[in-house]
């Protein structure tokens, strides 16, 4: 079982509002990922870290911004959101024995009107 | 480019039949894992099973078990037993060593009939 939580569970917003999507393991995983995912729809990477200071963008453009100040931390922010950034935001988490494999939060689902 | 390749967008299958889901792939890569995650409604993307792409020998996990072919790069994922609770999106994936990816097919969502 996977230690990787992710607040809020469901967040609905209004337009240009600034928004973060927290995201947590305790299982000192160095490497860290962000997906985006469209309901019942495939994975977008779009952001990911090796360790702290680390932070890549992913496959997918995305005007979100992430930071890794800490291990455990792996937040993501949007300025200011819009419409278009409805979606669910899934972090993964992964350690340097596990074999590649990637362990998933429960995901935020956000709505912004 | 790797890419992964799901053929199924949705299945219905029967409680208690077999069903097999498809996957291709096609990666440069000389070593890597490929995954099954299974992500039921509205709830948490898990892992169902791995395979070391280096091993010959399927990987099995209880009800689930895939069928690697390394010269065809297919992995196909097998329930036996169906149960309610495999309802699901199923995503197959392959691990890209040189960057730390993931690459994901499009999902295949899986029904089991009562």
């Known amino acids: 079982e996977a230690d990787i939580y992710q607040t809020p569970r469901y967040l609905v917003i209004g337009t240009g509002k600034k928004i973060t999507l927290e995201c947590s393991q305790t299982?000192?995983?160095?490497?860290m990922y962000w997906y985006q995912q469209d309901p019942g729809m495939e994975l977008h990477l779009i952001h990911y870290?090796?360790?702290?200071?680390?932070?890549e963008k992913g496959d997918l453009s995305s005007e979100s911004t992430v930071s890794r100040i800490r291990t455990e931390h792996f937040p993501l922010t949007l300025e200011s959101a819009r419409p278009s950034h409805t979606s669910q935001y899934l972090c993964?988490?992964?350690?340097?024995?596990?074999?590649?494999?990637?362990?998933f939060g429960p995901g935020t689902r956000l709505t912004v009107l | 480019a790797q890419t992964v390749t799901q053929s199924q967008p949705e299945m219905s299958v029967q409680e208690a039949e077999t069903v097999t889901l498809s996957c291709t792939y096609d990666?440069?890569?000389?070593?890597?894992?490929l995954f099954w995650y299974k992500q039921p409604p509205s709830r948490q993307m898990i892992l169902v099973i791995r395979?070391?792409?280096?091993?010959?020998q399927n990987a099995t996990e209880n009800r689930f078990s895939v069928n690697f072919q390394k010269a065809a790069k297919s992995f196909s994922l097998k329930i036996s037993d169906s149960q309610l609770g495999d309802t699901a999106m199923y995503f197959c994936?392959?691990?890209?060593?040189?960057?730390?990816?993931?690459?994901f097919g499009k999902g295949t969502r899986l029904h089991i009939l009562p």
């Open positions: 994936a392959c691990s890209m060593n040189r960057d730390d990816k993931i690459i």
């Open positions: 299982m000192g995983h160095d490497k």
């Open positions: 870290s090796y360790g702290v200071n680390s932070t």
């Open positions: 993964a988490s992964r350690g340097r024995l596990d074999l590649d494999t990637q362990y």
């Open positions: 990666t440069s890569e000389s070593n890597y894992y």
């Open positions: 395979q070391e792409a280096y091993k010959q």
